[in-house]
């Protein structure tokens, strides 16, 4: 046999083996499961369960890709995106730009010069008729206590004014004007420091105290004050220490909001008024601020209990802090009458300066003479009106040029 013959013989034979081992494989497969096995059947989807009420369950699917189920809006309410919520505007208070000192001197002087006649239009007409005999010089003399100059000032100017007369002899209206002015600068007395304290020393707020009667205008003339020195650039801080009226520390707040300038004060009424300017003077210094003006309740100077609780705001507020000013405020019109106030204030708490309210209405000028005669203490403010503005910086010789023309 060839080679050839003996290569088909093996090829035949490997055939007839792959062919036998192929059925025998079938034929152990059908018999171990007889059929091919399916899968099972494919299971229906569940609803998602929805996060019970008020659980802290967070419901993150919202992200995932899969539908979330919402509630419907209310009924009768619309979503619309393309809007957006808007708040109403806050109302922002304005803060008021007080008047200059300078031009309130102006437009005052005006107005004093219309209501001290008694000292200048009279006076005046008296002096320059000529030929003054004793009756005319106690027509003068009668003018001067008039207008409450006090009977030593009044003695002192009539005098002088008769040795110019006798030296000089008659003369026109105009000279004698000038005699009464010259006079009359010499008498309200320019050298006085008439400054308010209202910057910061050695690192902390100065302090003034405002104090006074019932019935001078004292809140007022606090929030007129911080106008004042807001208007000269001042960063002030208000003290309501008028813990016995009602009102009292609504009305000082309402007169630094005007301005932009705080008030300390307490909720309760009756609070002790010493701790309140304590708690001012404090909060002043916190705020770092230039000045701190305190309030205080107005008390009659005969009543010795209210007296001495002001002699103990005062030490209270010393504990903490040097008082650099105290001012009284006094009623122009009460004249002579309110002399004997300042005395016993002035005891009491150690008056630094003069605050005259409502000299615009009066022919009593001469008080501002009388006044610091007793004192020894400068007029300092005068207020002239009832306008916010209407207090202004005592100024000696605008004073009397108002009233003597």
């Given at each position: 046999?060839?080679?050839?013959?003996?290569?088909?013989?093996?090829?035949?034979?490997?055939?007839?083996?792959?062919?036998?081992?192929?059925?025998?494989?079938?034929?152990?497969?059908?018999?171990?499961?007889?059929?091919?096995?399916?899968?099972?059947?494919?299971?229906?989807?569940?609803?998602?369960?929805?996060?019970?009420?008020?659980?802290?369950?967070?419901?993150?699917?919202?992200?995932?890709?899969?539908?979330?189920?919402?509630?419907?809006?209310?009924?009768?309410?619309?979503?619309?995106?393309?809007?957006?919520?808007?708040?109403?505007?806050?109302?922002?208070?304005?803060?008021?730009?007080?008047?200059?000192?300078?031009?309130?001197?102006?437009?005052?002087?005006?107005?004093?010069?219309?209501?001290?006649?008694?000292?200048?239009?009279?006076?005046?007409?008296?002096?320059?008729?000529?030929?003054?005999?004793?009756?005319?010089?106690?027509?003068?003399?009668?003018?001067?206590?008039?207008?409450?100059?006090?009977?030593?000032?009044?003695?002192?100017?009539?005098?002088?004014?008769?040795?110019?007369?006798?030296?000089?002899?008659?003369?026109?209206?105009?000279?004698?004007?000038?005699?009464?002015?010259?006079?009359?600068?010499?008498?309200?007395?320019?050298?006085?420091?008439?400054?308010?304290?209202?910057?910061?020393?050695?690192?902390?707020?100065?302090?003034?105290?405002?104090?006074?009667?019932?019935?001078?205008?004292?809140?007022?003339?606090?929030?007129?004050?911080?106008?004042?020195?807001?208007?000269?650039?001042?960063?002030?801080?208000?003290?309501?220490?008028?813990?016995?009226?009602?009102?009292?520390?609504?009305?000082?707040?309402?007169?630094?909001?005007?301005?932009?300038?705080?008030?300390?004060?307490?909720?309760?009424?009756?609070?002790?008024?010493?701790?309140?300017?304590?708690?001012?003077?404090?909060?002043?210094?916190e705020l770092e601020s230039d000045v701190v003006i305190i309030d205080t309740a107005g008390r009659l100077?005969?009543?010795?209990?209210?007296?001495?609780?002001?002699?103990?705001?005062?030490?209270?507020?010393?504990?903490q802090s040097p008082i650099d000013e105290v001012l009284l405020v006094l009623d122009a019109t009460t004249?002579?009458?309110?002399?004997?106030?300042?005395?016993?204030?002035?005891?009491?708490?150690?008056?630094?300066?003069?605050?005259?309210?409502?000299?615009?209405?009066?022919?009593?000028?001469?008080?501002?003479?009388?006044?610091?005669?007793?004192?020894?203490?400068?007029?300092?403010?005068?207020?002239?009106?009832?306008?916010?503005?209407?207090?202004?910086?005592?100024?000696?010789?605008?004073?009397?040029?108002?009233?003597?023309?």
């Amino acid at each position: 046999m060839s080679a050839i013959d003996t290569l088909w013989e093996f090829i035949a034979v490997a055939v007839g083996l792959l062919v036998i081992l192929g059925g025998l494989a079938v034929a152990l497969l059908r018999g171990r499961g007889g059929a091919t096995k399916e899968l099972p059947p494919e299971q229906p989807t569940q609803a998602p369960t929805r996060p019970a009420p008020g659980s802290d369950e967070v419901d993150d699917r919202a992200g995932s890709g899969s539908s979330v189920d919402t509630l419907p809006p209310p009924a009768g309410d619309t979503i619309d995106d393309t809007v957006e919520e808007t708040l109403p505007p806050v109302a922002v208070p304005e803060v008021e730009r007080p008047e200059a000192p300078r031009t309130r001197l102006q437009r005052l002087r005006a107005r004093l010069a219309r209501s001290n006649t008694a000292l200048g239009k009279s006076l005046l007409a008296l002096l320059s008729r000529g030929d003054l005999d004793e009756a005319a010089w106690e027509d003068v003399e009668d003018t001067l206590l008039t207008a409450d100059l006090g009977v030593e000032a009044t003695t002192e100017l009539v005098d002088a004014l008769r040795t110019k007369v006798k030296v000089n002899g008659n003369a026109d209206e105009a000279t004698v004007r000038g005699w009464l002015r010259e006079e009359l600068i010499t008498l309200v007395d320019p050298s006085m420091d008439r400054t308010i304290a209202s910057s910061r020393v050695e690192g902390r707020p100065a302090v003034i105290l405002v104090v006074g009667v019932n019935g001078t205008g004292k809140t007022t003339t606090v929030g007129k004050l911080a106008r004042v020195l807001v208007a000269e650039e001042k960063d002030v801080v208000l003290g309501a220490a008028d813990t016995f009226r009602a009102a009292a520390a609504d009305q000082l707040q309402t007169w630094g909001e005007r301005v932009g300038v705080p008030t300390i004060r307490s909720d309760r009424e009756g609070a002790d008024p010493a701790a309140v300017a304590f708690d001012a003077v404090k909060g002043a210094a916190e705020l770092e601020s230039d000045v701190v003006i305190i309030d205080t309740a107005g008390r009659l100077h005969n009543k010795v209990g209210l007296m001495d609780e002001l002699g103990k705001v005062k030490r209270v507020i010393e504990k903490q802090s040097p008082i650099d000013e105290v001012l009284l405020v006094l009623d122009a019109t009460t004249g002579q009458n309110g002399l004997r106030q300042a005395e016993v204030f002035s005891e009491v708490v150690g008056i630094t300066g003069i605050v005259l309210t409502k000299l615009d209405g009066t022919a009593k000028g001469g008080i501002v003479v009388a006044v610091q005669r007793k004192l020894g203490v400068p007029v300092k403010l005068i207020g002239l009106g009832e306008g916010p503005d209407d207090l202004a910086p005592f100024d000696p010789e605008g004073f009397v040029d108002a009233i003597i023309d």
